[in-house]
């Protein structure tokens, strides 16, 4: 079974500061992905990796910066926290193939508070 | 961008009934469909998928149905039983990634 694990489930920080937040697939799966998830918004796309040391842009990757050095690990940075990034961050991984023909699998998530 | 959304948030049945949990799509180069289960607490879980070259696809009690006419699809959960209570949502691909919808949240009534 795949396992996508996630570091914290509950993280509380404060506005300025730099947060890590990071994933770990025991799966060898070429592709992760990062999504934060607000109630009445669904799911959206931050950054996404098909492989080690390459990101690609989601749809608000504004804020934030990835890092990939190896395949199993996908870190998401949040280079100077602000409250408005208050959320459910959730991590996915798929094996190789297209990012986009095939069912993610998703970490239990860490919910971020910015204070 | 692109839309995917669902219909009702909120669903209540009673055990034993049948949940039908419906998803609409915007795009129509959406190709592949995947349906979710999120436990409180827990990630999204994947339940069953279809492909736009099918219009049903059964898995163990859920059917999804899928119409590219009027870009709809549907997840029926057959007997529904406490266990089934969660929100669930819909993904359709649309360029090289994901959208998913909002969700609805399904209560069992015992």
């Known amino acids: 079974d795949v396992k996508v694990t996630q570091s914290s489930r509950y993280l509380v920080k404060r506005t300025g500061e730099k947060v890590f937040l990071e994933c770990v697939q025991d799966?060898?799966?070429?592709?992760m992905f990062w999504y934060r998830q607000d109630p009445g918004l669904g799911l959206r796309l931050i950054y996404f990796s098909y492989d080690v040391k390459m990101k690609e842009k989601g749809d608000i990757p504004e804020g934030y910066s990835v890092s990939r050095e190896k395949k199993e690990r996908f870190s998401l940075i949040l280079e100077s926290a602000s409250t408005n990034q208050t959320s459910m961050y959730l991590c996915a991984s798929t094996p190789a193939g297209g990012p986009n023909n095939q069912p993610q699998h998703f970490g239990d998530g860490t919910r971020l508070s910015i204070l | 961008g692109e839309n995917v959304g669902l219909h009702l948030p909120t669903l209540s049945v009673q055990e034993g009934d049948n949940s039908i949990i419906n998803c609409a799509y915007s795009?129509?180069?959406?190709?592949?469909f995947i349906w979710y289960k999120q436990e409180s607490g827990k990630g999204p879980q994947f339940i069953i998928d279809i492909r736009s070259n099918m219009d049903k696809r059964q898995g163990q009690r859920v059917t999804v149905l899928l119409n590219k006419t009027v870009k709809h699809l549907s997840l029926q959960i057959a007997a529904t039983q406490p266990g089934d209570s969660a929100v669930y949502f819909c993904?359709?691909?649309?360029?090289?990634?994901?959208?998913f919808g909002t969700g609805t949240s399904l209560t069992v009534i015992p």
């Open positions: 799966m060898d799966h070429e592709n």
């Open positions: 993904a359709g691909n649309t360029g090289n990634q994901f959208y």
């Open positions: 795009n129509s180069a959406s190709d592949y």
